[in-house]
């Protein structure tokens, strides 16, 4: 069965270092998705990035790029000079993508809480 | 181009009390789902839809049902409501081949 595994229930950093939140999954599909969402405490889930499991390159947005190893199921999220703004929860999910297949169904994981600190 | 809509933003129902959550959509995503949030428990699927008239169950189906009458709208509807519906619940849409899913504001829903 799927399942996302994120280690860190809290993690703390300083404005305008980097932080790696973990994420490690475990499927046995050979083609699947790995996203990272964003929580404010407002609520509402904001999608940061995306990587596919044939993807050759680790998939980058502006400020965050995802660490994907693929041998060691692993797809952790990089946050390049942290804003204060960047204080939330984030979600790891997988999809898995079967070929021609329409599946949107994805799994996530608890979550990281990060905090900011000025 | 409002993204996605959810009505209510909070609501309290008492156990055995029917309701139905409002999900709207004006980006003509095919996909549509439903999940509910809750502490400890990260994001669970109750229903899905890959366009109009298609349904299918997600990971927690049960006291939960949905239809597809249009594109734009998602429904949930809880038949006899129990505590252990309470939670916050997500909506989401995104194009067929497309990665990003847009979530709705979510609904806050207690049930005493």
């Known amino acids: 069965a799927q399942k996302i595994t994120q280690t860190q229930p809290g993690m703390f950093v300083q404005e305008k270092e980097a932080v790696t939140l973990d994420c490690t999954y475990d499927t046995s599909d050979q083609s699947y998705g790995l996203f990272w969402y964003k929580q404010p405490s407002s609520g509402e889930m904001i999608f940061l990035i995306y990587q596919g499991s044939y993807d050759e390159q680790n998939a980058t947005e502006g400020r965050y790029s995802l660490n994907f190893q693929k041998a060691r199921k692993s797809a952790n999220l990089v946050i390049s000079a942290s804003q204060l703004g960047d204080s939330a929860m984030y979600f790891c999910?997988?999809?898995?993508?079967?070929?021609?297949?329409?599946?949107?169904?994805?799994?996530w994981g608890l979550g990281t809480s990060l905090a900011v600190n000025p | 181009n409002a993204g996605v809509t959810q009505t209510p933003k909070f609501q309290v129902l008492k156990t055995g009390q029917s309701m139905t959550l409002q999900c709207a959509q004006d980006m003509n995503h095919e996909y549509m789902s439903w999940y509910r949030q809750d502490p400890g428990m990260g994001l669970r699927l109750i229903h899905y839809?890959?366009?109009?008239?298609?349904?299918d169950q997600g990971e927690v189906p049960n006291g939960y049902n949905v239809s597809r009458s249009t594109t734009e709208d998602f429904p949930l509807r809880l038949l006899s409501a129990a505590p252990s519906q309470t939670s916050v619940y997500f909506c989401a849409s995104s194009y067929r081949h497309s990665h990003e899913q847009f979530f709705g504001p979510g609904t806050r829903l207690t049930v005493l």
């Open positions: 999910a997988m999809r898995e993508a079967p070929q021609g297949g329409n599946n949107r169904k994805l799994i």
């Open positions: 839809s890959v366009g109009a008239g298609i349904t």
